[in-house]
Nanobody, 121 residues
């Protein structure tokens, strides 16, 4: 079992920045893949970014060059730095942990509670 606790959502203006955090109750080195997903109203949940236990990262095309996923192994925490935010980034963002790698887009069994990100002027 892994518990995930997210923080850092909120309101940002277009072009602004936010940083999300996801604290896990297990060492990140023992979690095959950590990912950030988002779900906008009326849309399916989609992968935003992911990082493996070995440190490899992957991003959705829509956020490449704007978002950065990183981790602090000592704190068992994964971050999502979001820059150059756009109104279409508005969604509930979820942290996810996977014990097996089934592909970059495929989530694991463990989810955080979600945090709202709203980009609006």
């Amino acid at each position: 079992q892994v518990q995930l606790v997210e923080s850092g959502g909120g309101l940002a203006q277009p072009g602004g920045s936010l940083r999300l955090s996801c604290a896990a109750t297990r060492s990140l080195l023992r979690i095959n893949k950590m990912g950030w997903y988002r779900q906008a109203p009326g849309k399916q949940r989609e992968v935003v970014a992911a990082i493996t236990s070995g440190g490899s990262t992957n991003y959705a095309d829509s956020v490449k060059g704007r978002f950065t996923i990183s981790r602090d192994i000592a704190k068992n925490t994964v971050y999502l730095q979001m820059n150059s935010l756009r109104p279409e980034d508005t969604a509930v963002y979820y942290c996810n942990a996977a014990d097996r790698f089934s592909g970059w887009a495929y989530p694991g069994d463990y989810w955080g509670q979600g945090t709202q990100v709203t980009v609006s002027s």
